[in-house]
T-cell receptor, first 114, second 115 residues
Framework: QKEVEQDPGPLSVPEGAIVSLNCTYSNSAFQYFMWYRQYSRKGPELLMYTYSSGNKEDGRFTAQVDKSSKYISLFIRDSQPSDSATYLCAMSAFIFQGAQKLVFGQGTRLTINP | SAVISQKPSRDICQRGTSLTIQCQVDSQVTMMFWYRQQPGQSLTLIATANQGSEATYESGFVIDKFPISRPNLTFSTLTVSNMSPEDSSIYLC????????????FGPGTRLTVT
């Protein structure tokens, strides 16, 4: 079983729709929970970051963490064609010398159709 | 934030050969990370490179196959040795920032195809 599971999609929705992306995880040692966005032929960029259960909102994006269920979600409201990208959930755990290791989900390829 | 560049951006190589990928950061960093992103797969950590010490490899990755150099605080190389088609992948380097939140910044990646 993978430490982090994410439905790879692809997911295609019309512009303006609400998008829900989800990941489950098995390692209780994960400290921080993140969502990265990766455009084609680019490196991933941090989109949202949380470390506790609950919701965190940033503009049209809401990140949700449920540690008891080991489940995280990303919601995108009023989706735009520019949101078309691959979204990767990532979770961190301490490894050594204060460094942290990121464990990524498979990534969900999202397309927003005008 | 950190700005990271990688060379080459892409390459096509024959099996049995080796390719060295360079990663340059615009600021001094302690830790650098090398990831592999296989087609349709997630990013998988290959190794962590701390300047002045040997790289630490994740399970399933070995130094003979993926030797790493870290000569200073702004530069690192990853070599993919004795390549096979299974090594076709995107290789990314990243650096971490701990303040105000923990974050890793990624380079654009090197797209490797082995024929």
């Amino acid at each position: 079983q993978k430490e982090v599971e994410q439905d790879p999609g692809p997911l295609s929705v019309p512009e303006g729709a609400i998008v829900s992306l989800n990941c489950t995880y098995s390692n209780s040692a994960f400290q921080y929970f993140m969502w990265y966005r990766q455009y084609s032929r680019k490196g991933p960029e941090l989109l949202m970051y949380t470390y506790s259960s609950g919701n965190k909102e940033d503009g049209r994006f809401t990140a949700q963490v449920d540690k008891s269920s080991k489940y995280i979600s990303l919601f995108i409201r009023d989706s735009q064609p520019s949101d078309s990208a691959t979204y990767l959930c990532a979770m961190s755990a301490f490894i050594f010398q204060g460094a942290q290791k990121l464990v990524f989900g498979q990534g969900t390829r999202l397309t927003i159709n005008p | 934030s950190a700005v990271i560049s990688q060379k080459p951006s892409r390459d096509i190589c024959q099996r049995g050969t080796s390719l060295t990928i360079q990663c340059q950061v615009d600021s001094q960093v302690t830790m650098m990370f090398w990831y592999r992103q296989q087609p349709g797969q997630s990013l998988t950590l290959i190794a962590t490179a701390n300047q002045g010490s040997e790289a630490t490899y994740e399970s399933g990755f070995v130094i003979d196959k993926f030797p790493i150099s870290r000569p200073n605080l702004t530069f690192s190389t990853l070599t993919v040795s004795n390549m096979s088609p299974e090594d076709s992948s995107i290789y990314l380097c990243s650096v971490e920032s701990k303040y105000p939140i923990y974050e890793q910044y990624f380079g654009p990646g090197t797209r490797l195809t082995v024929t």
